[in-house]
């Protein structure tokens, strides 16, 4: 799924635990996740837009 594609969407980070620790929403076009602050490890990134999800590991070092 392309974020340029579906309009509006919304970005979710999870940590390990499955907690959400980020979230962004946007109606439309380029948007930016900003990962200051988080520990080090893998987490899983939400792309939600209407009933289309896509999901991705993201190592953050």
């Known amino acids: 799924?392309?974020?340029a594609q579906?309009?509006?969407y919304e970005l979710t980070l999870y940590d390990a635990q499955g907690?959400?620790?980020r979230?962004?929403?946007n109606a439309a076009g380029a948007t930016r996740m900003?990962?200051?602050g988080l520990a080090k490890g893998v987490y899983?990134?939400?792309l939600?837009?209407?009933q289309a999800s896509s999901i991705?590991?993201?190592l953050v070092e």
């Open 44 to 46: 899983t990134l939400r």
């Open 23 to 25: 979230t962004v929403r």
């Open 34 to 36: 900003p990962l200051g």
């Open 56 to 58: 991705r590991k993201l």
């Open 1 to 3: 799924m392309r974020a």
């Open 48 to 50: 939600t837009s209407g």
């Open 19 to 21: 907690r959400a620790v």
């Open 6 to 8: 579906i309009g509006g």
